[in-house]
């Protein structure tokens, strides 16, 4: 089974920072892509960012310019740097992590909850 450990959740007021992290099992992180995905109270799981072996990234709109993902293949951990926060940033934050193809397993952390209010 393999176990994604996160952390980084925190209340901060709007326009802080926070940086989340996510460590993956070193056997298969260096062959997947890895991903933030975030979920409100009452909305779907949406991709926030995510981020190939390779170092090539994409972010979802709302959060470009703002959040910056990376990874640290020496640590197998990858990074959810957060700045600027909105209260719309408040979600609990899931680490995904994507095996590449041929294979076809996703595994997912439990989750960190982020909260920005004042």
């Known amino acids: 089974q393999v176990q994604l450990v996160e952390s980084g959740g925190d209340l901060v007021q709007p326009g802080g920072s926070l940086r989340l992290s996510c460590a993956a099992p070193?056997?298969?992180?260096?062959?997947?892509?890895m991903g933030w995905y975030r979920q409100a109270p009452g909305n779907a799981r949406e991709l926030v960012a995510a981020?190939?072996?390779?170092?090539?990234?994409n972010y979802v709109d709302s959060v470009k310019g703002r959040f910056t993902i990376s990874r640290d293949n020496a640590k197998n951990t990858v990074y959810l740097q957060m700045n600027s926060l909105k209260a719309e940033d408040t979600a609990v934050y899931y680490c995904n992590l994507r095996l590449n193809p041929p294979y076809t397993y996703e595994y997912w952390g439990q989750g960190t909850q982020v909260t920005v209010s004042s």
């Open positions: 070193g056997s298969i992180f260096s062959r997947s892509t």
């Open positions: 981020i190939t072996n390779g170092g090539s990234t």
